[in-house]
Nanobody
C-alpha cells in the first residue's frame, strides 16, 4: 500500500557531502513524522534526524550542525543533507514514515524503506 523509496547514498571522502531523498507513495492522506535512521555494522539502528508535518526537527547529537533534515509535505518526501561527513557516519540509512494515514483509514501505520548505503572513506 505504501512504499518508501530512498536515493542518494554512495561513497564519499571524509569532509564531503551527500543528500539523501525518500519519497513515500500510495494513497497517502498525511504523514505525522518522517525521519532517517542508520545502522552501522555490528551496531543497533539509531535515529539520525526526524521532522514532523509541522516542521519541528530532532537530531542525534552526533550529527547536529552537520546534517539538515527537511520535508516536502505536498510530495510526501523527506531529505537529509549531510555535510562534513566523517568515516563514523558510514552506515545503511533507512527512511521512516510514522503515523501514515491513508484515505479511508483513520489510524496511522509506520513504514520503513529498504535502506541506502553511505560509505565515508578516510
Amino acid at each position: 500500500q505504501v512504499q518508501l523509496v530512498e536515493s542518494g547514498g554512495g561513497l564519499v571522502q571524509a569532509g564531503g557531502s551527500l543528500k539523501l531523498s525518500c519519497a513515500a507513495s500510495g494513497s497517502i492522506f498525511s504523514i505525522d513524522v518522517m525521519g532517517w535512521y542508520r545502522q552501522a555494522p555490528g551496531k543497533q539502528r539509531e535515529l539520525v534526524a526526524r521532522v514532523t508535518s509541522g516542521g519541528s526537527t530532532n537530531y542525534a547529537d552526533s550529527v547536529k550542525g552537520r546534517f539538515t533534515i527537511s520535508r516536502d509535505n505536498a510530495k510526501n518526501t523527506v531529505y537529509l543533507q549531510m555535510n562534513s561527513l566523517k568515516p563514523e557516519d558510514t552506515a545503511v540509512y533507512y527512511c521512516n514514515a510514522a503515523g501514515v494515514r491513508l484515505y479511508g483509514r483513520d489510524y496511522g501505520v509506520n513504514y520503513w524503506g529498504e535502506g541506502t548505503l553511505v560509505t565515508v572513506s578516510s
